[in-house]
């Protein structure tokens, strides 16, 4: 019988149905578009080689490199942003908005590449003690 | 029964021009009712008329391999077959009809189900052929409980004839025969939980998979009035006799209507059922019911 006071319920209650332009709440923690911040990235490609549904495309150039996002095609896995070490991706926290026409959601950036830190000038000095002892588990 | 009488029957009332538009209406109130009490908004009004237009003006894919005239056939001979049993019911006060207008109705209700199992087996689709494997097995598990439920209650009340049966005073064993008819109308729907031949989620609607455009729409149409037929037999079975006409087109659409929701909320609130437990509930549960009915019209009718 529970079965019944549950669908006596729906009836009253109304549907659940959303009508346009109402969005639907989200939980915590929901996974949307994937947003990208261009200062912080480093062009290391890892979301690129991390995305299986080849939603991100990334295209290296001279001096430059293009970061793609294609919404159409992205599952929302977050496995590009868990990826990032630098930061410069992360995810919605709402819904993905409704577009009209394909690939309207497409984001394409293009980046100057950061100039490459110099190496040291000098090897800090090491100290007497130090210089004695050898490295534990270091070539003989 | 003369001609014009039977033509105008079948045509106008309560044949296709009333069937037609009501059974797009049933198909709309179980939708509707189905999705509500899921908690979904379900169809617009005039969604049933809209597919069937739609399928209207789309084309038929070719088919290798099939007999095209055979798959075309199926789907015509199940909607006359269902309208002309909608145009059998007797509705009106005094409609006419004539000895052994129960058999035909009978027949013509089950001609629909077997036009279903040929075009399964017709279009040569692994899931046309499985759907109409079910269709047939389900057949045999219902159609005994059923035809026992409607030899029943013709015996009680001593006639083959649909207008005198629904003239005459309902007695306990008909409404005992009533019930057991009910009990068989979600099968004879292919609604849950006895929609196994049409199970989308497994065998993609079985025998309807070859099928698409106007043939299709046929299918959907032939379906509809199948509602009418069906629900319309237990309104003229239920509905007490009135001699007014508007009154009684009124009492026979309210109660097929409370039949289609009675049908709508069984068909929400179940899941599917396998095949082995549905023949088991025909054979093993309802038939129990519909051979203590038969038996007691016989008994009656020995004594009487």
Redesign the interface.
Known sequence: MN??TM?WQ??L?G???L?FPERPKVSKGYRGLVRFDPALCSGCAICKMRCTARAIDFKSGKGTFTWSYDPGQCTFCGRCVEGCKTHALSQDAECPPVYLTIGALKKSYTVARKPAPKPAAEVPPVSASQAADPVPGGAQ | MNLTTALARFLIFPGLLFAVPTAWFFLWVERKAV????????PPFMQPVYDFVKLLGKDTPPRTGVAGLLMKMWPLLAVSAAAGAVGLLPVLPSSGGFQGDLILLLALLELPSACIIAAGFSSRSIFGEIGSAREAVLSVAYNVVFLLAIVSIAASQHTFRLEALAQLPASPLRWLGVAAILVCLPAKLHLNPFSLPNAEQEIYSGPMTEYAGPELAMWELSHGLEWVAATGLVATLAAPHVMIVWLAILLFVALSFFVVLLLS?LA???ARLAIDTTVRFYWQCTLIFAVLAISSALFMGLRS
């Open positions: 079965i019944l669908l729906n009836l209650g549907s659940r149905t009508l | 999705a509500r009490m899921q908690g979904r908004i379900g909320t929400a609130a179940t």
